[in-house]
T-cell receptor, first 111, second 111 residues
Framework: KAGVTQTPRYLIKTRGQQVTLSCSPISGHRSVSWYQQTPGQGLQFLFEYFSETQRNKGNFPGRFSGRQFSNSRSEMNVSTLELGDSALYLC??????????FGPGTRLTVT | GESVGLHLPTLSVQEGDNSIINCAYSNSASDYFIWYKQESGKGPQFIIDIRSNMDKRQGQRVTVLLNKTVKHLSLQIAATQPGDSAVYFCAENNQGGKLIFGQGTELSVKP
């Protein structure tokens, strides 16, 4: 089985811009969770989508949003980028939210 | 400017020795736990999981122990190899797709 894929792998954006990241889960997995990883805060949960519905949400501002399509692929969007949004963004897929398998991540740098 | 990162605990072991990595979790209602290994530049890799109705689970060269009384998890790696060098995270789950991660432990294996 192919693993979780994320695109793009690297992004450089300017403050104030917006960005969209994409995640393709393992075939058959219906849950996609997104995480932000920074040296200062570690791994933090952003949100989870299951069957196109947001099922769980972390403590991030409304600038962070996501969606899931009928084929389970998911996107997350960050609007009005801030320097502090520079991070590794990871998505993880699972059948039901428990046994989560991670993709390689998207490294976002905001300048 | 300068960034302040989490100061990760470090465990240094000799090749061939056994390693024990510890983790305290926060929520007594958590019913599922996972250990991940993360190498530099990669996403977290699933190692082993355990449900709260178990005290111990074994995999290939790895064993996870769960002590619910003191909310403690440990990961034991037998015959540690240089390829085991990485950061290890424990994660707890009590809401389906939302994992709460520990700060991580850096394992360094000396050949």
């Amino acid at each position: 089985k192919a693993g979780v894929t994320q695109t793009p792998r690297y992004l450089i954006k300017t403050r104030g811009q917006q960005v969209t990241l994409s995640c393709s889960p393992i075939s058959g997995h219906r849950s996609v969770s997104w995480y932000q990883q920074t040296p200062g805060q570690g791994l933090q949960f952003l949100f989870e989508y299951f069957s196109e519905t947001q099922r769980n949400k972390g403590n991030f501002p409304g600038r962070f949003s996501g969606r899931q399509f009928s084929n389970s692929r998911s996107e997350m969007n960050v609007s009005t980028l801030e320097l502090g949004d520079s991070a590794l963004y990871l998505c993880a897929s699972s059948l039901n939210g428990y046994e989560q398998y991670f993709g390689p991540g998207t490294r976002l740098t905001v300048t | 400017g300068e960034s302040v990162g989490l100061h990760l605990p470090t465990l240094s072991v000799q090749e061939g020795d056994n390693s024990i990595i510890n983790c305290a979790y926060s929520n007594s209602a958590s019913d599922y736990f996972i250990w991940y290994k993360q190498e530099s530049g990669k996403g977290p890799q699933f190692i082993i999981d355990i449900r709260s109705n178990m005290d111990k689970r074994q995999g290939q060269r790895v064993t996870v122990l769960l002590n619910k009384t003191v909310k403690h998890l440990s990961l034991q790696i037998a015959a540690t190899q240089p390829g085991d060098s990485a950061v290890y995270f424990c994660a707890e789950n009590n809401q389906g797709g939302k994992l709460i991660f520990g700060q991580g432990t850096e394992l360094s294996v000396k050949p």
